[in-house]
């Protein structure tokens, strides 16, 4: 899929996040009063470049005495699938099955509402993710200018998954530690993307986006 931002490289996009956190006043990564949090959006096909990327800009902060928290939103939805009762997940398998047989699209949309019951809304996935950083954030109190959290794995929850909605939920939730969303998917405008480059362009994202 064609995107404005085709040319763009994730190199730069990183370096640039990274010199606004290392910002002499402080992490700089959005142009709105307490509100540190921002987007890094990157092509899907370079997931394990990205990672490989993050990796490295991970051990290079900790190496400055930061204290960085990687959330993996694909391992929330795991963690949260596991708790489930076996019955209530072999009956979700095999309507699946019966209903791949029939029409695949069919077996797609009823995955898609049984996944989104442990996603979606102030109870789902963004409640994880808040109570995570409270965690985080209280061990390291004084230190807000040295502590990063990287929302991560988005991916690996398409189709069921909108990354709009989780920030909806975590907004003014995340003790103004600067917040990092590991974006992949188009970038179509200044302030639209497709998350995955599938679905369409959200424009509801008021955080920066690095890309």
Known sequence: ????????????????????????????????RNYRFCILHYDPRDEF???????????????????????????????????EEQRVLDSIIRTEHRLYLKDPNRALNHLKDKIALYIEGA????????????????KHPEESNRTLILLGRAGALYPFFRSSALLKHIDG??????????YPG?????????????????RDYRPRIYS
Do not use: C, Y
């Open 1 to 32: 899929m064609s995107s404005l931002f085709d040319g763009a490289s994730l190199d730069n996009a990183i370096a640039s996040l990274k010199n606004d956190l290392l910002d002499e006043s402080g992490p700089k990564i959005s142009t709105m």
């Open 123 to 138: 109870d789902g996935i963004a409640k994880d993710v808040i109570e995570l950083i409270n965690d985080f954030a209280d």
């Open 173 to 182: 939730k995340t003790r103004n530690l600067p917040v990092v969303l590991l």
């Open 49 to 83: 470049k990205l990672r490989d990327r993050i990796r490295k800009l991970t051990d290079e902060l900790k190496g400055q005495g930061w204290n960085v928290l990687a959330i993996s939103l694909h391992l929330l939805l795991l963690n949260r699938i596991k708790t």
């Open 186 to 202: 188009t970038r179509t405008d200044l302030n639209a993307l497709s998350f995955m480059g599938e679905f369409p362009s959200d």
